[in-house]
Structure formats: structure tokens, C-alpha cells
């Protein structure tokens, strides 16, 4: 996956994972998780540490038979080539879905977000960061494009 905040990433994650039986590995699920069992740094330094624990985890999966679906921003090309390594390490076909929101729609999600609280805040610091860093996927990332007025269901029913 690929996007900002709010783009619908975990959304599309987990009708994909569901629907067509892969595993959900989702970043911020992990650094939850990490945390719980050992302190995880602020910053880039905390960034770096899961995003090497879940391509850990990726790898694991893949060679054991089983797709995967990351859930991340994987906001620069350099972290899209990372998984992309783990999947040629694991010599299997790996592609990036890319959630082209627009950003009236994701400040309107994270609004509205603020008062029904269906997922945690994001930092704005972050958000900003993950803004500023975004490199949209091109045509050699073999990449697939959602947008929000596509259907999911048929979207899916498309992947392999």
C-alpha cells in the first residue's frame, strides 16, 4: 500500500487480506505491538525499526506460502523498493497499491475523524512529513491506482 493518512489504505487492506485470504501486516498494528515488549524510539529511528521488523515479518510470510498485505504509507520509493527486494528474496511477484486521495477528502476523513474517533489521530508533524516525502508510485513499481469513487468490490475482484 501507498498513501497518506486517511486515504482509505487500512480500509482497502483489510477487504483485500479478507477477501482474497492474505496476511495483513499493518505498521502501525506492529509498532503497537513493539512497544508493548520493548521501548521504540521517536522519529525515523522508531520508523526504521518497525519498517525492519514488518519487512522481517513480510519475508517469513511470503516464504511460507502465504500473500501479504503491508499496510503502510510507504511514502518514498526507496521503502517501495525495500519491499520489493523482500519479495524477490522470497521469488515472488509483489506490486504497490496506490491510494490517489485527494487531500479535500483526506482532511474531511481526519475531521470527521476527530469527533467519531474510529481510529487514532495522526500527528500532524507526521501527516506533514509523510505529505512532504510522498513520491507517487510510477509505471516500473508496478503499481495499480485506487481512487475514492472506484469500486471496491470489483477493484478487488481484479487482483490477483
Known amino acids: 500500500m501507498c498513501g497518506l493518512a486517511f486515504s482509505g489504505k487500512s480500509?482497502?487492506?483489510?477487504?483485500?487480506?479478507?477477501?482474497?485470504?492474505?496476511?495483513l501486516l499493518?505498521?502501525?498494528?506492529?509498532?503497537?505491538?513493539?512497544?508493548?515488549?520493548?521501548?521504540?524510539?521517536?522519529?525515523?529511528?522508531?520508523?526504521?525499526?518497525?519498517?525492519d521488523l514488518a519487512q522481517e515479518k513480510v519475508l517469513a510470510t511470503l516464504k511460507s506460502g502465504i500473500?501479504?498485505?503491508?499496510?503502510?504509507?510507504?511514502?518514498?520509493?526507496?521503502?517501495?523498493?525495500?519491499?520489493r527486494e523482500v519479495a524477490r528474496k522470497a521469488e515472488v511477484e509483489s506490486f504497490v497499491i496506490y491510494l490517489d486521495t485527494p487531500l479535500d477528502i483526506i482532511r474531511a476523513r481526519e475531521e470527521a475523524n476527530r469527533t467519531l474517533q474510529n481510529r487514532h489521530d495522526v500527528d500532524p508533524v507526521n501527516f506533514d512529513k509523510v505529505l512532504k516525502d510522498l513520491e507517487p508510485p510510477t509505471s516500473d513499481e508496478n503499481v495499480i491506482v485506487?481512487?475514492?469513487?472506484?469500486?471496491?468490490?470489483?477493484f478487488v475482484g481484479r487482483l490477483k
Open 67 to 83: 500473500s501479504v498485505v503491508y499496510d503502510d504509507n510507504n511514502p518514498k520509493k526507496e521503502h517501495r523498493e525495500e519491499l
Open 146 to 154: 485506487f481512487r475514492p469513487e472506484d469500486d471496491v468490490e470489483k
Open 26 to 51: 499493518a505498521f502501525d498494528k506492529l509498532w503497537v505491538e513493539t512497544e508493548k515488549e520493548r521501548y521504540v524510539p521517536q522519529g525515523a529511528e522508531g520508523w526504521r525499526l518497525i519498517r
Open 11 to 23: 480500509t482497502l487492506s483489510r477487504k483485500v487480506s479478507g477477501s482474497k485470504g492474505y496476511e
